[in-house]
């Protein structure tokens, strides 16, 4: 439950959201791309009204990427082939072009051996790597990430991580759900903290992480610090 | 290779046998063979026609089923209530003889055809809405988030993997229905058991027939079921269970082989 919430994300910027669960962090990611419908306010990204009424929603949903907890690899395809379908389907590629776009994207997450592989076939990180992928194949302007390591044990989560970080650092534009604070010290430029589905609190990680003014804040933080 | 063991030694053939292999009965099964052969050509004509309309028609339903439309989702789910509150063979009579009232009168086969489709399409179409609900939501988001068209998700994504997890039970209402198109014997669609009911009433040997098409009934839902549980298997790999399957079938290969050995 959003209860009024206010935010702007420049380009390039890594801005991370936290709170605990319940808090409508995930709710606001979901808003952006349109998963879940905001019964009033608006969403702009780069300049378009998504809760116009005369927007298509599925021409929305090309700009932004999603990863989420669950990975959602489609099970029937094969790695290469979950990341050639909507560039093929969407953007009207051919299966070549396509395919050479997706060895491009598998080779930057450490993956361009596993094009092959069913899904089931890989760990959970590579999944997680697979899916983050699939989202960058249609060019994105903005990625979404829901609480993508969630599901990973801690050798994994760094191997995700690092794709993000390297992701970060090239400039991409990112809103992160997640409760790996390292990361966000390291990799983001600002931290949003939401409770009860409002923003308490934002700013820079270095400060908000150390200083946290508000009282829900401090509790929440020496909860997962 | 069991399952089908276990039937001949539970068949009760010191009994059957006598009768069956009595010269008369040989000679009665050989004389009405062109017949009964072509009678079940007519049966898998029935069958697989009534098979293909209603997978279709069961997509169909199924989509109204779990469309948002309340409109399409209270006529599906009347139409599914209908057909699985009443008999099948009331459902032959009402689409035969029932709309020869209106003016609408088919030709026995077409009947019989028409009547078995709709029939099947309605359990088809709870078939597949199973299937269709026993896919986690989080691959239709996953779909949309990357921009595809609702449709194009359902079509790529949530139906291919539904189909494949429904092709067990798929399989079932088929063998159900390739044995009720015996049914449309009532409107005088000239199948297998019209024609062995006919014989065997003008040569009184009811057992000897009956028991014969029993056989070859058995024989069309066997080599069915047989086709359905290859194409469970060719239809990829691609979930842990089929993989475990694999691996557990290996693995007892393996001991079987080992087995024998000592």
Redesign the interface.
């Known amino acids: 439950m959003l209860k009024g919430v206010s935010v702007s994300v420049a380009k390039g910027e890594v801005v991370v959201l936290i709170g605990a669960s319940g808090s409508g962090k995930s709710t606001l990611l979901r808003c952006v791309?349109l998963?879940e419908e905001p019964d009033s306010g608006q969403i702009f990204i780069d300049g378009v009204e998504v809760t116009s009424k005369d927007v298509v929603?599925?021409?929305v949903?090309?700009?932004?990427?999603?990863v989420?907890q669950?990975f959602?690899?489609?099970?029937?395809?094969r790695a290469i082939d979950n990341i050639t379908?909507?560039p093929m389907?969407?953007k009207g590629m051919t299966r070549k072009e396509a395919e050479a776009l997706a060895m491009e994207l598998l080779d930057k997450v450490g993956l361009a051996d596993k094009a092959r592989s069913?899904?089931?076939q890989l760990s959970g990180g590579q999944q997680q790597r697979v899916?983050i992928a699939?989202?960058l194949a249609?060019r994105p302007k903005v990625m979404?990430f829901d609480e993508v390591t969630s599901a990973l044990d801690p050798g994994m989560t760094s191997e995700v991580l690092n794709v993000m970080k390297e992701l970060a650092a090239e400039g991409m534009t990112m809103i992160v759900v997640t409760h790996e604070m390292a990361f966000a010290r390291e990799a983001g430029d600002r931290i949003i903290f939401m409770h009860d589905g409002i923003i308490v609190e934002e700013g820079v990680p270095g400060e908000i992480l150390k200083h946290p003014r508000h009282p829900a804040t401090r509790e929440f933080l020496s909860n997962v610090l | 290779m069991t399952p089908l063991l276990l039937l001949f030694k539970l068949f009760p053939v010191r009994i059957v046998l006598p009768f069956l292999t009595a010269q008369s009965s040989i000679n009665l099964i050989i004389n009405s063979m062109p017949k009964l052969l072509e009678g079940a050509k007519l049966s898998l004509l029935v069958s697989a026609s009534s098979v293909t309309a209603g997978i279709c028609l069961g997509i169909i339903i199924a989509c109204a089923r779990l469309s948002k439309v309340k409109l399409f989702k209270s006529i599906a789910g009347a139409y599914v209530a209908f057909v699985r509150g009443t008999p099948m063979i009331v459902q032959i009579m009402i689409v035969h003889y029932g709309l020869t009232e209106f003016g609408l009168t088919l030709p026995a086969l077409a009947s019989g055809i028409v009547a078995l489709s709709l029939n099947s399409g309605a359990y088809m179409g709870e078939v597949f809405r199973g299937g269709i609900q026993s896919i986690d939501i989080g691959q239709t988001q996953a779909g949309l988030s990357l921009g595809l068209t609702p449709f194009q998700v359902f079509r790529h994504i949530v139906f291919p993997q539904a189909f494949r997890r429904v092709i067990p039970s798929m399989g079932n209402e088929m063998v159900t229905l390739t044995k009720d198109s015996s049914l449309v014997s009532y409107i005088g669609v000239a199948e297998l058991t019209y024609r062995a009911t006919l014989i065997a009433s003008r040569t009184y040997e009811y057992f000897t027939m009956y028991i014969g098409i029993a056989i070859v009934y058995f024989a069309i839902t066997y080599i069915l079921s047989l086709l359905l549980a290859r194409l469970e298997r060719r239809l990829g790999p691609y979930d842990q269970d089929s993989e475990s399957e694999k691996v557990f079938r290996r693995q007892s290969g393996a001991e079987r082989r080992v087995g024998v050995g000592g």
Do not use: E, I, S, Y
């Not at chain 1, 949903?61 to 999603?66: I, K, L």
């Not at chain 1, 959602?72 to 395809?77: A, S, V, Y």
């Open positions: 791309n998963l929603k599925h021409r949903r090309r700009d932004t990427g999603m989420f669950q959602n690899l489609f099970p029937h395809m379908l909507a389907r969407v069913w899904p089931h899916a699939r989202a249609m979404l």
